[in-house]
């Protein structure tokens, strides 16, 4: 073989290793890209999820919450009836103490 052949093939051999390298960088370079868009889109989605059961535990804390002046309305309610009943006891024990001592 030829020294001109021989620098040929080596030639050959080089641009064909350039052409590899360059086409594994775009390749490389593409993986990158999708790799990032793919994590993006998942931080996305996992923003999504954590902003959705923010929400939902919101509206579950703001239910109970309800539930519980509910309760809280309904106890004092019952306390204070309570406390005019035993107002009017009170009234009607004095006012049976009063009758007694004017009477008798």
Not at 41 to 48: S, Y
């Amino acid at each position: 073989m030829k020294p001109e052949e021989i620098l040929n093939q080596i030639k050959g051999l080089e641009d064909e290793r350039e052409r590899i390298v360059t086409e594994a960088k775009a390749r490389g370079q593409e993986i990158i890209e999708r790799a990032k868009k793919e994590a993006l889109e998942a931080i996305n989605r996992a923003r999504l999820d954590i902003e959705e059961e923010r929400k939902l535990s919101l509206e579950k804390t703001n239910r109970e919450i309800e539930e519980l002046k509910e309760k809280l309305i309904r106890e004092s309610n019952l306390i204070l009836e309570r406390f005019r009943s035993l107002l009017k006891e009170r009234e009607k024990e004095l006012v049976a103490q009063i009758k007694e001592k004017v009477i008798g």
